[in-house]
Structure formats: structure tokens, C-alpha cells
């Protein structure tokens, strides 16, 4: 007779990394203006107090019970997107200061959820504004992308597919988004 035992695991004070480095320069631009970067974030979650602005989605254990993901070292998720679009811009050639143009990020939304298996969600809002504040672009990257648990559960899905997800919205917001490049190149 097979008998099957269920293993819970714990899964608290759980943190994942993420993190990007920039692909080389692919084309450089014109003499365009400098780009000052500025993320918010606007998660409601977030601005309510009901979760810290580190709080990047949750874990299920055994029994189905919610446990908190942070960044590593608990880093604000605007601070981590904030230097990540900056090294982005540099690595496409663009010139970041802090009395250029302003490019503001929104993080309207960033949350994943899983048990098994499970999904992460994303909604950011772009804006570029001249130096006097005229928007010169104005655009939103989202997506819903599921992660395939490993034998484990879901934690070895999410370190290995979170770190993928966010390179892909950072390329999304910046190098594979050819109408802010054109609008940041003029």
C-alpha cells in the first residue's frame, strides 16, 4: 500500500531578488536633452499602509496561508526601478540630470501570487515632460505572466522567473518602447 504524506513548508521572511544590468548600447542618440528619472509608487496596497513599499507579491503555504515576498534588503521596489530604468537610459546613451527632462514611472501596480504554480501582474504607468512640463510622451506597460512551480512548490518558479519578468518591464518601459526613444532622442 502507497501512503502519501504531504510536506508543508514554511515559507516566511521570504525575499527575491531583483535585479538588472543593462545591455550594451545598441545605438547611440542625437544630441538629445538629459533625463532626470523619478518612480513612484502608487499601489494601493502601498498608499493605504497595508503593505510596505518593499512588498513585491506573496507566497501560499501549505494550507493556502499568505506569506509577504520583499525585495533583498528590503529596498523599496521605486528605489530598485528608479536605477534600473537610470542604468538603462545610460546604457542606450541618454544622459541623465537632475535639471533635464523629467521621465516619470508610476507603478500603478506590481504583485505576484502563488501556490503551485502562480502569476505575476504588472501595470506602469511612463510619462516624459519637457523642461517647462509639456508632455512629450505619455504611454503604460502591463502584463500577467504565469510561473510554473518547481517539485518544491512555487519558490524556485518565482527565483527564476521574477528576476526574467522584471528585465522585461524595464526593456519595455525604456529600450523596446521606440516611441519614448524617439520622443527622448528629439
Not at 118 to 127: A, F, N, R
Amino acid at each position: 500500500m502507497l501512503l502519501s504524506t504531504p510536506i508543508y513548508g514554511c515559507v516566511a521572511g521570504q525575499s527575491v531578488g531583483i535585479d538588472y544590468d543593462a545591455d550594451p548600447m545598441v545605438v547611440a542618440p542625437s544630441d538629445s536633452t538629459p533625463v532626470q528619472v523619478t518612480v513612484t509608487d502608487q499601489r494601493p496596497f502601498v498608499e493605504s499602509g497595508d503593505k510596505p513599499p518593499y512588498y513585491v507579491g506573496k507566497y501560499r503555504a501549505g494550507f493556502g496561508n499568505p506569506w509577504d515576498v520583499t525585495t533583498e534588503d528590503r529596498k523599496p521596489l521605486a528605489d530598485i526601478m528608479a536605477a534600473d530604468v537610470s542604468e538603462e537610459l545610460e546604457a542606450l546613451g541618454f544622459t541623465l540630470s537632475e535639471a533635464g527632462r523629467g521621465l516619470a514611472i508610476t507603478i500603478n501596480d506590481w504583485n505576484f501570487d502563488g501556490w503551485q504554480n502562480g502569476h505575476l501582474w504588472y501595470d506602469i504607468e511612463i510619462v516624459l515632460s519637457d523642461t517647462d512640463g509639456a508632455q512629450l510622451y505619455s504611454g503604460n506597460v502591463k502584463d500577467d505572466v504565469g510561473i510554473t512551480g518547481t517539485l518544491g512548490g512555487i519558490k524556485g518558479g518565482v527565483e527564476r522567473d521574477i528576476p526574467i519578468i522584471y528585465r522585461d518591464a524595464i526593456q519595455k518601459i525604456v529600450r523596446k518602447n521606440s516611441e519614448l526613444i524617439t520622443a527622448l532622442s528629439q
